[in-house]
């Protein structure tokens, strides 16, 4: 039995691509605003800092993720 391989190249429409852009950068927003220095009160808990930190940076790969994904699709 053979195997019909997948497609090199992904396709997608014109809106597709501009919404995934979209979320890329709502993403990235989403990460800056959960890291920002003034969305944490003045002193805040090492604990609570180091969550944020690691929740922005949970969106920056998803949002590298998807930015790669829009390139090779652009590229194609």
């Excluded at 944490?40 to 994904?69: C, D, H, I």
């Amino acid at each position: 039995m053979s195997r019909k391989s997948a497609p090199a190249a992904l396709r997608l429409s014109v809106d597709a691509y501009k919404a995934l852009c979209t979320l890329h950068d709502e993403m990235l927003l989403a990460a800056d605003t959960i890291d920002s220095a003034t969305s944490l009160q003045a002193t805040p808990r090492k604990t609570e800092y180091a969550r944020r930190r690691a929740l922005a940076s949970v969106f920056r790969v998803w949002a590298n993720q998807v930015r790669a994904g829009l390139d090779d699709v652009r590229s194609d």
